[in-house]
């Protein structure tokens, strides 16, 4: 009976030689349950596939723009129409009905039935009549007995925040003589599907109605309900919200009928409605445009019966269901079912049923695949053991902050002492001193700014001056400084083997662990950045695995290490900056031969993201690199120290005198003093 | 082959789609060549190549291109029914009909053998031609609604796992379902 829940597990292996997946997928998602019960024997492929929870879900979408199927019941027998043109029915086989006394039909949503005892209700099933598939809820207790002199009322419905299915039970104890419909003792409790048991949620403040709950569509059930003094007092519409599980009142419209009303609630295009049925024939339908706002309530239907329709009783005329061609089903009594064109303004019977009984009541359903059971996509029931809570993520977390704090010190010991070079020390401050020059040359009169130009740059013996063939490229240099390509390969030593030994250890010992969930939901495209190493499609992308967790301390611990070593130290030592800019150093100098311009404009691509793909374990670090090699030209500022460039900057500078006139003004200064 | 057939009446046709909004009005004759797999030439109205999402983004890419576009996965002969159904898809769109569109296409499916159908999925789904893709789905549906496993199973080329006792415990689960099945 449960194989499509047990199966629920799919491969997502090619099923057909020249179909793809979910073209087959979407034509099997626009079949009848009943042909996909029949080619569950196809394959195992087959039979795996149709009990996915995403294909159950698409099927539902689909089905769910079709035209219902019927559930017709007589007394205690339910029959099944499953057919799109309502021509043949079949007796469903009801394995729990020597359970029940009377089988009730107290709610459905989702193409499940809720099916429950007519007198106390105490034993519920949920049937999926299209596969047959059915569950028994566990009792729920109440608090007091729940006797003949009681009454309790039902609601079925699918929670969509939660995805969750719920059921609701109300008992009221009339105990004691009517006096006002109020003082009864009453108890509510909600089953959800998911946690597989009943929760009490106390009283309710109004009394509900016999009729089941009609679910919304959304979040709610409705129920037609009174307050006070019962019988002679007015009916109330009443919401339950399962989110904030309140009961409410809704407004009803404001109707000005003189003669007396019969009144019914009920749910159309997912809209709140009532109708109201009169003795002269005709039933009234108003729908709630806008949920809870009186003013969206608008007189849909007005639907006048024709005279054929002898033997019905206007109290049990019930508008059903609107088809996907305009047209309603009403019921009228048990016999008779009535198809009724607003636009048209005509009615036919609809034709009998095949293998149906004579007289029966019709509750329309969605055919689909769902289950009355807990969706075993592993989303839902994975917990977190708090094992590997204490001993993976922990000890990772631990272990990379010590990693850096230790390489920060490490490379503190291997920096070898730099000894000035003296030439070199010079040549800065020239270059300072000539820049300095650059900037304040409107300020000092034309003949002063001509000579210290002439300082700097004149061809012969100026500071600025490099004589042709003698200019050092920064390459060079560094070839001609052993020192410092020694410090940075030690430096970079200093990154690479602690970064290729933690991500081994945390490969050996920690890969495959769900190590922690984000405590909010996240969409697909994080997959790849969180679950490293979890190649499952059905895991909630907010669930961290152990390696992903890694590399999340990797590049987040940052801030914490600026915090702990200091801010100016953060910047040089970080891990990935202090490899960062020897890395982008050594590939000058090992010849890359790269414009650096260009480089830049090769990782501008290369998204910051951390996305980690394939490579990264055979190529090791080289991804890490390139990414910060982005960031080393952003933050390039370093002053340049090319003489040359800063003697052309020198020679096309345009002296302008900022204080026109100054001497003759210092001139009449001096003379008005003197005087 | 279908080429040399077409030609005569792609150019009373270019007269009624020159009005049809499209990016590149200034060439609307323009014509594009099509290659399938098996080396088979295929010279079609720019507009119906347009609606080929994959043709599309091939120019997209590479506008100023007036290569032939290799299409390495689709073979002749479907290509060619495709190439046949967007053609009066874009006649449908320049005046739309409904009730002729719908004729149409219950028409140009009901001619088509199965293996068409199957052949046809795989060049409308590289191809990317939703409507079309939408229609052959629902094609196929109707069609292997009321059949039997063993047809499905020849249908899509799929091959029989279980076991002789696994099949018959399906089969018994579900029996109802085995009711008014239709011959192969």
């Keep these: 009976m449960s194989s499509a829940a047990s199966t629920s597990s799919s491969t997502f292996t090619e099923m057909s030689a020249n179909i793809p997946s979910d073209i087959i997928s979407d034509i099997l998602s626009r079949l009848p349950v009943k042909s996909l019960s029949r080619f569950k024997s196809v394959s195992k492929s087959m039979l795996a596939f149709l009990g996915n929870p995403e294909f159950v879900e698409q099927h539902l979408k689909n089905a769910k723009l079709k035209n219902p199927n019927l559930v017709l019941k007589l007394d205690s027998k339910l029959f099944y129409v499953e057919d799109e043109e309502w021509s043949k029915a079949r007796r469903l086989p009801l394995p729990f009905s020597l359970c029940l006394e009377n089988v009730e039909i107290s709610g459905s949503c989702h193409g499940i039935l809720c099916i429950s005892d007519q007198q106390c209700n105490q034993d519920i099933f949920l049937l999926n009549p299209s596969t047959g598939v059915f569950k028994h809820l566990p009792f729920s207790g109440f608090d007091f007995a729940v006797a003949e002199n009681s009454f309790t009322t039902m609601g079925f419905g699918y929670h969509q925040v939660e995805g969750d299915y719920k059921v609701i039970r109300c008992v009221y104890i009339y105990d004691k003589p009517f006096i006002d419909i109020d003082s009864y003792e009453c108890e509510a409790r909600v089953y959800s599907l998911k946690a597989d048991e009943w929760k009490n949620i106390g009283a309710i403040p109004y009394h509900l109605g016999y009729k089941a709950a009609i679910w919304l569509g959304n979040d709610f059930l409705i129920w037609k309900a009174t307050r006070g003094l019962g019988r002679a007092g007015k009916y109330l519409i009443v919401s339950y919200d399962m989110s904030i599980e309140e009961f409410k009142e809704i407004p009803q419209p404001i109707v000005n009928y003189n003669n007396e009303l019969h009144m019914e609630v009920s749910v159309f295009d997912g809209l709140v409605s009532t109708f109201y049925l009169s003795k002269y024939d005709e039933a009234h339908i108003w729908t709630m445009k806008e949920y809870g706002v009186k003013d969206s309530w608008e007189l849909r239907f007005v639907i006048k019966l024709p005279e054929r329709v002898e033997s019905y009783n206007y109290i049990f005329l019930k508008p059903l269901v609107i088809l996907k061609n305009g047209e309603i089903l009403l019921e009228a009594g048990e016999k008779t079912r009535i198809l009724h064109d607003p636009k048209k303004d005509s009615y036919r019977i609809i034709n009998p049923i095949r293998g149906a009984p004579r007289r029966f009541l019709v509750t329309p359903i969605v055919g689909s695949l769902v289950s009355p059971f807990v969706n075993k996509s592993m989303a839902e029931d994975l917990v977190l053991d708090t094992a590997i809570r204490d001993w993976v993520l922990i000890p990772l977390t631990v272990v990379m902050i010590l990693i850096g704090v230790l390489r920060y010190f490490v490379s503190k010991l291997m920096r070898s002492q730099q000894n000035p070079d003296v030439k070199l020390v010079r040549e800065g401050q020239v270059v300072i001193r000539a820049r300095n020059l650059r900037a304040g040359a409107n300020f000092i009169p034309a003949k002063s700014f001509r000579a210290r130009r002439a300082y700097f740059s004149n061809e012969e013996n100026g500071l600025l001056h490099v004589p042709k063939g003698q200019g050092q490229n920064p390459q060079a240099q560094m070839f001609s400084d052993p020192n410092m390509a020694m410090d940075m390969m030690k430096k970079n030593l200093s990154m690479i083997i602690p970064q290729t030994l933690t991500f081994a250890w945390v490969n050996f010992f920690f890969s495959g662990f769900v190590a922690a969930k984000i405590p909010f939901p996240l969409t697909q495209r994080f997959r790849s950045m969180l679950q490293n190493g979890i190649d499952l499609s059905t895991v909630d992308v907010s669930y961290v695995s152990s390696r992903s967790w890694y590399f999340l301390n990797l590049f987040g611990l940052r801030g914490l290490f600026s915090l702990i070593l200091g801010e100016e130290n953060e910047l040089k030592y970080d891990i990935s900056n202090a490899a960062m800019d020897d890395t982008q150093r050594m590939m000058q100098m090992s010849g890359f031969g790269m414009d650096p311009t260009k480089e830049w404009q090769i990782w501008k691509g290369v998204p910051i993201a951390l996305h980690f793909p394939k490579e990264l374990e055979s190529l090791g670090l080289i991804v890490l690199y390139k990414i910060k090699i982005k960031f080393i030209w952003q933050e390039c500022s370093l002053p340049c120290l090319n003489l040359s460039a800063e003697k052309d900057g020198l020679d096309i500078i345009q002296h302008e005198w900022a204080l026109p006139k100054f001497e003759q003004r210092a001139e009449a200064a001096l003379k008005k003093l003197i005087n | ?184």
């Excluded at chain 2, 997209?60 to 029914?81: F, G, H, M, R, W």
């Excluded at chain 2, 006649?91 to 004729?103: I, L, R, V």
């Excluded at chain 2, 053998?113 to 046809?120: E, I």
């Design chain 2, 1 to 184: 082959m279908s080429s040399s057939t077409d030609s005569p009446t792609l150019t009373t046709e270019t007269t009624q789609l020159s009005p049809q909004p499209d990016t590149e009005t200034a060439k609307p004759t323009k014509k594009i060549t099509l290659k399938s797999s098996d080396n088979q030439i295929f010279e079609v109205e720019e507009s119906v190549a347009m609606e080929f999402a994959t043709v599309k983004s091939f120019f997209e890419d590479s506008p100023s291109s007036t290569d032939i576009v290799p299409l390495p996965n689709v073979t002749a002969k479907p290509l060619s029914q495709v190439i046949e159904f967007c053609k009066e898809q874009i006649k449908f769109k320049a005046n739309p009909d409904e009730a002729q569109k719908k004729k149409y296409n219950a028409e140009f499916l009901t001619e088509k053998s199965d293996k068409d159908l199957v052949d046809m999925i795989p060049v409308a789904n590289y191809l990317e031609i939703k409507d079309l893709l939408d229609v052959l789905n629902q094609a196929v549906a109707d069609r292997i609604e009321n059949k039997s496993v063993e047809y499905v199973r020849n249908f899509f080329g799929i091959d029989n796992d279980f076991t002789a006792e696994e099949e018959a415990a399906l089969r018994r689960e579900h029996a109802w379902a085995y009711e008014g099945v239709d011959e192969d």
